[in-house]
């Protein structure tokens, strides 16, 4: 695991130069691989390329990167792990290669000299971030893992090509142009995310996952994908699995121990993250039992037994037999994280459970280098409760007519939901429902839907209509929103967890985990996301996965077999923080600050009026809008450590490299 940027004068650059501002890029990441630092430079294609090493596979001078392939021809510099390169190295010994150190770096190289770029990636089952240079043919590759895993981020300015694990690599070159993107951060306050390929600033993408970049030194840059998740689901359909539960339950196991064993394989001490949930609880189990002593545990444990989960991960860990550490942490201690949010996620992020998922992180690199985590289960096994949730509310709302449902939804929504809260308080208590205003205006916007789709998308979205918040701006749409999804997946419940492995996952969870552990130098693999399993949960009929007969039904199968049920059967609970208490109670101040008029009359990009009145509504005690005030203060707090971009005065104006749906969303 490593951090990498680089660098392309198109136009030519002195030697000594190149190294200056390589050196300064890569200096941006050092928490991202605190062993060892590499410039490689190129004074004939004046290019270069920068490391920041986390040692974990040969841990020798051997693995030291940037590395070049024995033939002289690529290049690269690569963030991330290979887990079948023992598999792929043992191939290339077969074609004569011969091997200078034990790393999975040396493995990718001396595959792009053997079998091509683009054939290797497809080869790569791990997670990582490449760069590569071929100097025969004066091309730079940038390349992504299938499932999103590792970021990338790159950018082209006239004849300068920058790109870079993080955002704040891109902005130690001179040559940086920013300029902020009104339709990304409209985007953001819907989803507390930037949906990709987008950022927050024009012209500057984050490569999509299985996404494949070709720069060659004249012409605009060729992108595309080496890996489809549309085309795996397609697939998957037109070969369904038509084994019985008990053997599809086999296949699971199996497919799993391999994937949880292959993330085993380091050289510097390893552990995994449990919760006591279903996926950490199944993770952990196979990691015992793929280990000859007891495998390393960690959770945190919250004062308020509202946010509290472990000890349910003691329960697992105690029948597993794990060497299990729980951190007890304060609410002193998770509010002393909040000021470092700006300069970790240096683009805006507002997931509130990146506070306790880079408390957990910094805790465990104190005992080891490597984490596994149950990521991705939800998505792959229809683990959220929300998509059985929306289906239940859509079927008797659609049975009434449209036009009746809109006047109904049109009668709620003039009542604010502060009325609706103080009307609840005259109910009697054993009556009352906890934030009644936020749940009547959700419902308003479900009776307003035109499908379940719809009802899905407005449920996720944290405001309906960010346009009207920012000023001049058209809201950024991923390519997923454009699909004809009805026809690629006719069951809703399959739809929603494609959008979220498409959109969500990538954009937010593995966002969140890759920088709150990154920022302690703590490498974190996902089991849960190997290509193969995801390749096979898509071929499952529907009936054994978004329509079994309860959540997640074949990988509690799985998990029965080492942890009995009545140990991990319990509501699901999430990551969570107290958040609207905080920003009513300690994080006032802070809040005060950032919501100040004139801090958010900055740039011109907020209706300030608009969400002042948003504030002042949650301060009387309006609680159904707290996760978008987080949102709003994420921006602010960010915007204040990295402004100094201009906003770009045409919002409306579309990427040229990525293309948008001509609808507005997929309904």
């Known amino acids: 695991m490593c951090g990498i ?8 650059c002195s030697l ?16 991202r691989g605190p062993d060892d630092s590499g410039v490689w430079l190129s004074q004939e294609a004046s290019i270069a390329f920068g490391q920041r090493r986390l040692a974990i596979i040969d841990l020798s001078p051997m693995g030291h990167q940037p590395m070049t392939s024995a033939n002289g021809r690529y290049t690269i510099t690569f963030n991330g792990e290979i887990y079948n390169f023992r598999e792929l190295r043992t191939e290339l010994e077969g074609r004569g290669v011969r091997f200078r150190g034990q790393s999975d770096t040396e493995v990718i190289v001396e595959g792009f000299a053997q079998w091509g770029v683009k054939s290797t990636i497809a080869r790569l089952n791990g997670m990582f971030a490449i760069a590569a240079w071929d100097a025969g043919a004066r091309q730079l590759f940038l390349s992504r893992d299938r499932m999103g895993e590792k970021p990338l981020y790159w950018a082209i300015f006239d004849g300068l090509v920058l790109f870079g694990s993080e955002l704040k690599a891109l902005r130690a070159h001179p040559g940086w142009k920013p300029s902020l993107n009104r339709g990304a951060i409209a985007a953001f306050l819907r989803h507390s995310y930037v949906p990709g390929p987008f950022t927050i600033y024009e012209d500057v993408y984050k490569l999509p996952p299985a996404g494949f970049v070709k720069i060659a030194s004249g012409g605009g840059p060729e992108v595309g994908v080496y890996w489809d998740l549309a085309g795996v689901v397609s697939q998957g359909r037109r070969t369904t699995l038509r084994a019985d539960e008990e053997e599809l339950v086999d296949e699971l196991d199996a497919l799993l121990h391999d994937a949880v064993s ?34 390393r545990t960690f959770t945190i444990s919250f004062e308020n037994a509202a946010f509290d989960e472990s000890k349910h991960a003691e329960a697992v860990a105690r029948h597993l037999g794990t060497e299990h550490t729980t951190f007890p942490v304060s609410g ?16 805006p992020f507002a997931d509130s459970s990146q506070i306790p998922t880079h408390i957990v992180s910094a805790l465990t690199r104190k005992r080891v280098t490597v984490a596994l985590s149950g990521d991705g289960g939800d998505e792959l096994f229809s683990g959220y409760d929300l998509y059985r949730w929306t289906e239940s509310v859509w079927r008797p709302s659609a049975k009434v007519p449209l036009a009746l449902r ?25 009556r009352r429902v906890p934030q009644v205003g936020q749940k009547a205006h959700r419902l308003a916007h479900i009776l307003s839907a035109s499908s379940i789709d719809s009802v899905y998308y407005q449920v996720v979205s944290h405001h309906q209509n960010p346009d009207n918040l920012v000023n001049g701006s058209q809201e950024v749409r991923t390519a997923c929103w454009g699909q004809n999804l009805k026809v690629l997946l006719p069951d809703p419940v399959d739809r929603m967890r494609y959008l979220d492995m498409c959109t969500y996952l990538p954009d937010d969870i593995l966002t969140k985990v890759d920088r709150a552990s990154m920022a302690v130098a703590l490498e974190v693999r996902a089991p849960l996301l190997d290509h193969r399993l995801v390749e096979w949960i898509w071929k499952l009929p529907s009936f054994q996965n978004a329509r079994a ?3 997640k039904h074949l990988l509690r199968r799985v998990l029965a077999r080492y942890v009995p049920d009545g140990l991990v059967e319990r509501p699901k609970m999430g990551f969570g923080v107290p958040l609207a208490d905080w920003l009513r109670g300690p994080l006032r101040d802070w809040a005060e600050d950032l919501m100040d008029e004139a801090g958010l009359s900055a740039g011109d990009i907020f209706d300030v009026e608009a969400v002042r009145s948003v504030w002042a509504e949650f301060l009387s005690g309006d609680n159904g809008r707290y996760f978008f005030i987080w949102n709003i203060l994420m921006f602010q707090d960010w915007h204040r450590r990295w402004g100094g971009a201009s906003v770009a005065d045409t919002g409306t104006r579309r990427p040229a490299l990525y293309s948008q749906p001509e609808v507005r969303c997929p309904w």
């Open 16 to 31: 000594q130069v190149l190294e200056r501002r390589a050196s300064a890029m890569t200096k941006t990441l050092s928490h």
């Open 5 to 12: 940027s680089g660098i392309w004068e198109r136009n030519g």
């Open 332 to 347: 002193a201690e998770a509010l002393d994280v909040v000021p470092k949010l700006a300069e970790m996620y240096d683009e």
């Open 549 to 551: 007969p309860r959540p």
């Open 262 to 295: 292959r993330r085993m394989v380091a050289d510097v001490p390893l552990g995994a993250f449990l919760s006591g949930g279903y996926d950490s609880s199944t993770v952990v189990a196979l990691m015992q039992r793929a280990s000859r002593r007891p495998v």
């Open 406 to 430: 809109r006047l109904a939804s049109s009668s709620i929504r003039v009542v604010p939901p502060s009325a609706f809260d103080r009307i609840a308080r005259y109910a009697p208590y054993f």
